[in-house]
């Protein structure tokens, strides 16, 4: 994502969210240091021309799942939202977790263990868990941060686990992204990591402004396949079927 592109929207949330960008971009130094570079194209190559399925932690996961269990659906590359992967565990192991590490890490450290990629996002609230827990990855982890530096680790652009993932998909070759689990409204799934109730519904909401941007500015090919929740606008329906 081009920094000016992005710039906006990462700003307009900056005042919505109060976030401290000053922050966001230590954590993003510290996360550069650790890694020291992040080279996605090994991710590419399982992403590039492939249909993906991103779960979100919304309290329609656990009915989503099961029915693409049952349809077979399964076997597209599978990307889990951070808390949503001990959901998705429970059928298969995810190829990539997008996380800013606030979930249940046991289970994405185990999902890590058994061949997922880690995806690790840096802000300015999770300087601490970036500082404990990316070192315990030797491989097959990405960085990526949402302000203008460092250079060397991608800003794909979004902002929560699940968007982000959209726009992470999407910029690496995607050929169709399909969102469950994604709900977006008043209720929070069970699956939500640390959260505060009123800072979660607007990051919730801007989850949302974001995946419609995504696909009418960039033209992504997103689908929702969510059993409930809010409509996303430029986001046609789709069936599990």
């Not at 190559?45 to 919304?58: H, P, T």
């Not at 959901?87 to 997922?116: H, K, S």
């Not at 990526?144 to 902002?159: A, E, S």
Request: glycine share 10%; net charge negative.
């Amino acid at each position: 994502m081009d920094w000016e592109t992005w710039r906006p929207k990462y700003e307009s949330i900056v005042e919505r969210l109060d976030i401290d960008s000053e922050m966001d971009r230590c954590s993003a130094e510290v996360l550069h240091d650790i890694l020291e570079k992040t080279d996605p194209s090994e991710l590419e190559r399982q992403i590039s021309g492939n249909e993906c399925v991103i779960f979100g932690a919304g309290p329609s996961l656990e009915e989503d799942l099961e029915r693409m269990s049952r349809v077979g659906w399964l076997d597209k590359v599978l990307v889990s939202a951070d808390g949503a992967t001990s959901a998705v565990m429970e059928y298969e192991i995810p190829t990539v977790i997008v996380t800013d590490l606030d979930g249940e890490l046991a289970d994405q450290i185990e999902a890590w263990r058994r061949g997922a990629w880690m995806v690790v996002h840096a802000h300015g609230d999770n300087l601490e868990e970036v500082r404990r827990v990316v070192p315990k990855l030797e491989e097959r982890v990405l960085g990526t941060i949402q302000v203008d530096k460092p250079g060397q680790l991608p800003n794909f652009g979004g902002f929560t686990d699940g968007d982000r993932a959209a726009f992470m998909l999407h910029e690496l070759g995607a050929s169709r992204i399909y969102l469950a689990g994604m709900d977006l409204g008043a209720e929070i799934g069970k699956y939500s990591g640390r959260t505060e109730r009123g800072s979660k519904l607007i990051k919730l909401e801007i989850c949302r402004d974001l995946l419609s941007w995504l696909a009418d500015e960039f033209e992504a090919e997103l689908v929702n396949v969510t059993a409930g929740g809010e409509e996303i606008p430029g986001v046609p329906r789709g069936e599990i079927s």
